[in-house]
């Protein structure tokens, strides 16, 4: 059984630069792609930022330049810094993983519970 659980979340000042952790952890063969997704109030849930198992990484436009993915393969843990953290960055957070189990080696996503991040001063 392959669980994710995230921490770093809580309340940040607006400018703040707090960092998210997940690990995936149980009878995991492989994880392809790592990342980030939110869901701020009355909105969908968007991707945030992914990295892949090349170490390549892509984010969404309005946190280019700002936040920073990371990961480190052998310990199936992505990483998230969110430097000049903004109000609307508000939202819970949420770590997936594209990963295959030792079960049967099937791809699948999976995610983890979320984290709330709240930008106020």
């Known amino acids: 059984q392959v669980q994710l659980v995230e921490s770093g979340g809580g309340l940040v000042q607006p400018g703040g630069s707090p960092r998210l952790s997940c690990v995936a952890s149980?009878?995991?063969?492989?994880?392809?792609?790592m990342g980030w997704y939110r869901q701020a109030p009355g909105k969908q849930r968007e991707l945030v930022a992914y990295?892949?198992?090349?170490?390549?990484?892509d984010y969404t436009d309005s946190v280019k330049g700002r936040f920073t993915i990371s990961r480190e393969n052998g310990k199936n843990t992505v990483y998230l810094r969110m430097n000049n953290l903004k109000p609307e960055g508000t939202a819970v957070y949420y770590c997936?993983?594209?990963?295959?189990?030792?079960?049967?080696?099937?791809?699948?996503?999976?995610w983890g519970q979320g984290t709330q991040v709240t930008v106020s001063s």
């Open positions: 997936n993983a594209r990963l295959a189990p030792y079960s049967d080696y099937r791809v699948y996503d999976d």
């Open positions: 149980g009878s995991i063969w492989s994880v392809e792609i």
């Open positions: 990295i892949d198992s090349g170490d390549g990484t």
